[in-house]
């Protein structure tokens, strides 16, 4: 891939999330020597010219239509990039053609994807191919799910300094959060229930922590779905509704990179309400909203808050590893911006640079297997997300 035109194209550049990747790549990297070769791409010329004038993107910025129902039409694209970055989602819907292009290409691809049934399917689909034509597959590369799976990577890495030995337990709390989930996000959530109802099976896919893991089976693992009473924080958890999808890719992970942390790991996720009666009331209630978490009227794809609203956002997660001698470890990863657009746009472009630069084999895989502490490099370098031990 050493001759291509481009070294990333951003598919689906006219939507919402599409567009902030984008525009990130013309304010954060803009005409520097170290820049990489990017392009815009999506079905419509017009709307392509469009969105390039409105982010202030240079007149000469290559534009390219491909439409994801045509496969010669994505795989031409493909072709001609290193790196494609895609926004165009529910990917179950969406998504089927244009990883099957990379992957015949041997083109790299990071989404957003938190759709674990159909990862699973791409998966069994494509692994293998994959491995044989370099291209690296690189799912859930936003918030869903890169500041848990190198939150977890790292909490390890401290946790193998400190105690000798990795921690054979560590839970995910969310600690703060301030923004809103995508459009994409409450839309693949929608698209999963429905192909649950057609294909009873997708539950048990859903159901399984180590779903992602391509037959291994290990412990159980806490369900995160009941509130409880945390001492050693002196705080309530409460269900989290991106647990399901966080923890799938945190096992995958552990899984690819053969078990760094151990086979007889466990791993939770939940959100950290208040102490005492009140805590309690409102863990209580998050188990209702885990049932509708979108409410009455959910955003839609192409639909998200204003830029004041994405510069505002947050959100603070704590980690807490289990040590041999009953301490605990505390490791902290710290986002600014609204974490289901600011921040996942930043992480999404950080993941296809670091694609460019990284020697790792060909696959279906995860931010964390793929790219580990050098994603993490860049993500404090340029994305504004700390990692760090905290005690």
């Not at 105690?163 to 809103?180: D, E, L």
């Amino acid at each position: 891939m050493s001759d291509t035109e481009f070294d990333i194209i951003v598919y689906g550049a006219t939507g919402y999330t599409g567009r902030l990747v984008a525009e990130y790549l013309v304010n954060h990297y803009g005409p520097r020597d170290d820049a990489p070769k990017w392009a815009m791409a999506g079905r419509s010329q017009d709307k392509l010219e469009a969105v390039r004038d409105e982010i202030g993107a240079p007149a000469d910025t290559p534009l390219v239509v491909a439409n994801a129902d045509d496969q010669a039409d994505l795989e031409a694209m493909c072709a001609r990039t290193k790196v494609v970055l895609t926004t165009v989602g529910p990917y179950q819907m969406y998504g089927d053609n244009l990883v099957a292009a990379c992957v015949s290409t041997g083109t790299d691809y990071a989404d957003l994807c938190g759709e674990p049934a159909w990862m699973a399917e791409k998966i069994t689909e494509h692994n293998d191919a994959a491995k044989a034509s370099g291209a690296r597959i690189c799912f859930s590369s936003g918030f869903d799910s890169i500041p848990f799976d190198l939150g977890v990577l790292m909490t390890q890495k401290a946790a193998k300094e400190r105690f000798g030995a990795p921690s054979p337990k560590i839970r995910g709390r969310v600690r703060a959060m301030a923004g809103t989930f995508s459009g994409g996000t409450a839309a693949s959530l929608g698209a999963t229930m429905k192909a649950a109802a057609k294909k009873p099976g997708i539950i048990n896919v859903l159901r399984n922590p180590f779903a992602l893991a391509e037959g291994f089976e290990g412990p159980g693992q806490p369900t995160g779905m009941v509130p409880m009473y945390e001492a050693d924080l002196d705080k309530w958890a409460a269900p989290f509704v991106m647990a399901p999808i966080n923890t799938k890719n945190v096992h995958r992970t552990n899984f690819l990179l053969g078990h760094p942390y151990g086979e007889d790991f466990q791993y939770d996720e939940m959100m950290l309400t208040s102490p005492g009666e009140a805590g309690k009331k409102m863990a209580e209630a998050a188990v209702e909203m885990m049932k509708n978490p979108f409410g009455a009227k959910p955003p839609k794809p192409g639909e998200g808050p204003s830029k004041d609203e994405r510069e505002n956002g947050f959100y603070d997660v704590l980690f807490v590893a289990d040590g041999p001698g009953g301490e605990n470890l505390h490791f902290g990863v710290k986002g600014k911006y609204d974490p289901g657009y600011g921040s996942t746009s930043r992480m999404l472009t950080e993941t296809g640079i670091a694609l460019l630069h990284s020697n790792a084999g060909g696959g279906v895989g995860t931010p964390g297997a793929f790219l580990g502490e050098a994603l993490v490099d860049r993500l404090q370098s340029h994305a504004e997300i700390q990692f760090a031990v905290e005690n």
